[in-house]
């Protein structure tokens, strides 16, 4: 039985960190959703991909996002029998759970942090960031009240 575990938080939470060490603990390949944001303003993009081509049954991968030229880069093909960690700002919505759930075992996690420590770790990893801050903090929020997001099985506090 294949299992799936999607990590979901805002930026700097913690969700990269987390989902390295549930890797380590368990020999799951983790997948980022920052290899395929497709750019600074495609949050709910990206969220929408995790079902139609990370979650696929039959042809599971993505498009990677080349952030330098900022435009698509190449498609990067996942294991249809394999199970993944599936982290990122968008990863736990209702339809992206159920594609998890339709291929085999989902567990769900949203880690959680104080606004300023978010902001200092996500700047501390990449300096760049600082001038999208706003414009990625504002698609969180609207992400974080939309209907997509969901409550997730177990929140963590980093």
Same mark, same amino acid.
């Given at each position: 039985?294949?299992?799936?575990?999607?990590?979901?938080?805002?930026?700097?939470?913690?969700?990269? $960190?987390?989902?390295?060490?549930?890797?380590?603990?368990?020999?799951?390949?983790? *997948?980022?959703?920052?290899?395929?944001?497709?750019?600074?303003?495609?949050?709910?993009?990206?969220?929408?991909?995790?079902?139609?081509?990370?979650?696929?049954?039959?042809?599971?991968?993505?498009?990677?996002?080349?952030?330098?030229?900022?435009?698509?880069?190449?498609?990067?093909?996942?294991?249809?029998?394999?199970?993944?960690?599936?982290?990122? *700002?968008?990863?736990? $919505?209702?339809?992206?759970?159920?594609?998890?759930?339709?291929?085999?075992?989902?567990?769900?996690?949203?880690?959680?942090?104080?606004?300023?420590? @978010?902001?200092?770790?996500?700047?501390?990893?990449?300096?760049?960031?600082?001038?999208?801050?706003?414009?990625?903090?504002?698609?969180?929020?609207?992400?974080?009240?939309?209907?997509?997001?969901?409550?997730?099985?177990?929140?963590? @506090?980093?």
């Amino acid at each position: 039985m294949r299992r799936f575990v999607l990590i979901d938080g805002p930026s700097g939470s913690g969700k990269t $960190t987390f989902a390295g060490e549930l890797s380590r603990e368990t020999g799951l390949t983790v *997948v980022h959703l920052d290899d395929f944001y497709p750019g600074w303003y495609g949050l709910l993009a990206a969220s929408k991909m995790v079902a139609e081509d990370v979650l696929h049954p039959s042809r599971p991968g993505f498009r990677r996002w080349d952030w330098e030229k900022n435009e698509p880069g190449e498609w990067v093909a996942l294991d249809p029998d394999a199970s993944y960690i599936i982290e990122g *700002v968008g990863a736990v $919505t209702s339809r992206n759970i159920a594609a998890a759930r339709a291929l085999g075992d989902v567990r769900t996690f949203r880690i959680e942090a104080d606004a300023g420590e @978010r902001k200092r770790r996500a700047l501390a990893r990449d300096p760049g960031f600082a001038r999208w801050w706003q414009v990625w903090a504002e698609q969180e929020d609207r992400y974080y009240a939309g209907p997509g997001a969901v409550e997730a099985d177990e929140v963590i @506090r980093s």
